[in-house]
């Protein structure tokens, strides 16, 4: 069996792809702030199939953390789905608030980078998989949005090290939704995909021949 380890694990698109990675034969490593949060998970996936970590992924050492827990209990990490994204309030720079944006960009960016390194030589020893949600608000101009030049920057940053890691004998995957009914919006989104529809991309991704890299997926609502 191969080990995934997901950030931002405890709902939305984490747990999702959580379920449906273990469906695949994976075991998993749910990682978020709260560990309580993800007990429910890891009990309906199995405690031999699942293992929660407390994780702030803005906080390198609590990744390395992670990352730690995960391979000592599984024996190693094929992949890990740096996954953990967070949005603000308020419209635009006008509109904005500097804390906000520095959270976001700190979780957004940074975190997703920290993630990575954390778990650099575990993904290279087992030639493993790495996949970044990025959004389909990163490849497409949005008037005013703060948050979506969080995600230009990770469309970018994920191109880059698939390049770098190309040689290594690493994928790596930019997961790009569209609108996604998830706890991440205060109020339902008439039309969105649901959770489970990213999450069955990112099973796609890592069940992939060897020799095939799906380096990006991008997935949207029929009706926008």
Same mark, same amino acid.
């Given at each position: 069996?191969?080990?995934?380890?997901?950030?931002?694990?405890?709902?939305?698109i984490?747990?999702?792809?959580a379920?449906? =990675?273990?469906?695949?034969?994976?075991? +998993?490593?749910?990682?978020?702030r709260?560990?309580?949060?993800?007990?429910?998970?890891?009990?309906e996936?199995g405690?031999?199939?699942?293992? =929660?970590? $407390?994780?702030?992924?803005?906080?390198?050492?609590?990744q390395r953390?992670?990352v730690?827990? @995960?391979?000592?209990?599984?024996?190693?990490?094929?992949?890990?789905?740096a996954? =953990?994204?967070?949005?603000?309030?308020?419209?635009?720079? $006008?509109?904005?608030d500097?804390?906000?944006w520095?959270?976001? @960009?700190?979780?957004? !960016?940074?975190?997703?980078?920290?993630? !990575?390194k954390?778990?650099?030589?575990?993904?290279?020893? =087992?030639?493993?998989h790495?996949?970044i949600? $990025?959004?389909?608000?990163?490849?497409k +101009?949005?008037?005013? $949005?703060?948050?979506?030049a969080?995600?230009?920057?990770?469309?970018?940053?994920?191109?880059?090290?698939?390049?770098e890691?190309?040689?290594?004998? @690493?994928? +790596?995957?930019?997961?790009?939704?569209?609108?996604?009914?998830?706890?991440?919006?205060?109020?339902?989104?008439?039309?969105?995909?649901?959770a489970?529809?990213i999450?069955?991309?990112?099973?796609?991704?890592?069940?992939?021949?060897?020799?095939?890299?799906a380096?990006?997926i991008w997935?949207?609502?029929?009706?926008?």
């Amino acid at each position: 069996m191969k080990t995934l380890l997901i950030t931002g694990a405890s709902s939305g698109i984490g747990a999702a792809s959580a379920k449906r =990675a273990v469906e695949a034969g994976y075991r +998993v490593g749910l990682a978020a702030r709260r560990k309580d949060k993800l007990d429910g998970l890891v009990a309906e996936l199995g405690e031999d199939k699942a293992l =929660a970590v $407390s994780c702030d992924v803005t906080d390198y050492a609590s990744q390395r953390a992670a990352v730690k827990a @995960v391979t000592e209990r599984f024996g190693g990490l094929d992949a890990v789905f740096a996954n =953990a994204g967070i949005g603000t309030k308020g419209s635009g720079t $006008s509109g904005g608030d500097p804390e906000q944006w520095r959270q976001m @960009v700190l979780t957004n !960016v940074l975190g997703v980078m920290y993630t !990575v390194k954390a778990a650099h030589e575990a993904i290279i020893a =087992a030639k493993g998989h790495i996949l970044i949600t $990025s959004s389909g608000a990163g490849r497409k +101009v949005l008037s005013g $949005s703060v948050y979506g030049a969080t995600k230009w920057a990770m469309s970018g940053y994920g191109a880059n090290l698939r390049e770098e890691m190309r040689e290594k004998g @690493v994928k +790596v995957t930019l997961i790009e939704p569209g609108m996604v009914e998830t706890p991440f919006f205060d109020e339902p989104k008439p039309g969105a995909l649901e959770a489970d529809d990213i999450a069955r991309a990112v099973v796609y991704a890592l069940s992939q021949p060897a020799n095939v890299l799906a380096g990006e997926i991008w997935v949207e609502p029929l009706q926008r």
